[in-house]
């Protein structure tokens, strides 16, 4: 706004370009972790079913994930203390226990989620 005041439009036009990068990477996001559910959690389920009841299944996974995202970013306007530091925290408590389901999948190639998940689940704060 202070760089380009004098050229009407180009920080609308900026702002359109933040916004439309944002909502890509969003969407792209969210029709993956849709497309993940299908295929990875729900395959038995969706066995005998028609393409159109998969497609149908996709799009509302689609907007549960979308309502998801809009609930937890209402949630975040509540969080107190720096963006950066809940963000680190939160990755590093996701990261860990990904890490190890990964280094258990790559040493251990019969692993499968039985083994792995009492590991994620196990509370080590009673070790």
């Not at 039985?114 to 196990?122: A, K």
Request: aromatic share 12%.
């Amino acid at each position: 706004m202070k760089v380009f005041h004098n050229v009407p439009g180009l920080s609308g036009l900026f702002i359109a370009a933040l916004f439309s990068g944002s909502l890509s990477t969003l969407s792209s996001g969210i029709n993956s972790m849709s497309a993940n559910t299908l295929k990875d959690i729900l395959p038995n389920v969706l066995r005998n079913a028609q393409q159109y009841n998969q497609t149908v299944i996709a799009k509302v996974a689609s907007m549960v994930f979308g309502a998801m995202a809009v609930g937890l970013a209402y949630l975040a306007k509540s969080l107190s203390g720096p963006v950066t530091q809940i963000t680190l925290t939160t990755f590093g408590a996701a990261g860990g226990p990904m890490a190890g389901i990964f280094f258990l999948g790559a040493v251990f190639p019969q692993a499968n989620w039985i083994v792995s998940t009492p590991g994620v689940s196990y509370d080590y704060n009673n070790f």
